[in-house]
């Protein structure tokens, strides 16, 4: 069974260390950490560019489907690991108790007038754009694909909405909690499952490499 450990367990599991509590700056327009900004839209991006532009780059659609897939991949782990965490004080992370139960904990730096400077406005709109516009773009691929026909395409932007559709889905409950007026019961379902989906994709590549 998968349990949802709401933001309220934050101060129980802390997984921001003491030095990103760092000095405040008061200009919250700027850019903080350029580089996870750059890697929060390059791998993302990079995926849906190659995917367009898939024909002109090579003819090889085994070539064009493990390098999308490995964008993907690097895109799943930069934005789950870091770049969440860095932008804008979020982190949704799962781990196993010693009874087996997998637990999932959405986590959310404890709100302060510190924390309210050390997070840049410019970052959190370039995190929250980049994290919802891309899994859009995906679905209307996907519907693409479907309606063309495009068989061969369509695992692997299934895998693109299944990886950046977690990332969504895990950074939102982040920010919402467990509020039952803003996420559904429907919602929440799909959404523990698509985690789940992404959790037995992990495990799969971690025992196979």
Not at 7 to 16: A, H, I, K, M, Q
Not at 32 to 48: D, G
Not at 80 to 94: A, C, E, H, S, Y
Not at 189 to 200: D, H, K, N, P
Request: glycine share 4%; hydrophobic share 45%; charged share 20%.
């Amino acid at each position: 069974m998968l349990q949802q450990d709401s933001n309220d367990d934050t101060e129980d599991v802390s997984l921001f260390d003491a030095e990103e509590e760092a000095t405040s700056r008061p200009q919250k327009s700027k850019i903080r950490h350029p580089v996870a900004s750059f890697f929060h839209l390059f791998f993302r991006v990079s995926a849906i560019v190659v995917y367009l532009l898939c024909d002109l780059f090579s003819s090889s659609f085994i070539g064009c489907m493990v390098t999308i897939i490995l964008l993907l991949s690097c895109d799943f782990w930069a934005v789950k690991n870091v770049t969440g965490r860095l932008m804008v004080g979020l982190r949704w992370w799962n781990h196993i108790d010693e009874d087996g139960k997998s637990h999932w904990v959405f986590e959310s730096r404890k709100a302060s007038s510190q924390d309210s400077k050390t997070i840049s406005d410019a970052e959190s709109r370039i995190f929250w754009l980049g994290l919802i516009t891309c899994p859009v773009l995906w679905v209307i691929f996907a519907f693409s694909a479907l309606f063309s026909f495009k068989m061969k395409w369509l695992a692997v932007v299934i895998m693109g909405v299944v990886l950046q559709g977690a990332n969504l889905y895990g950074y939102i409950k982040c920010k919402v909690g467990n509020s039952q007026n803003l996420t559904s019961m429907a919602t929440s379902y799909l959404g523990r499952q698509l985690l789940r989906q992404v959790s037995v994709f992990w495990n799969v590549n971690d025992q196979t490499s």
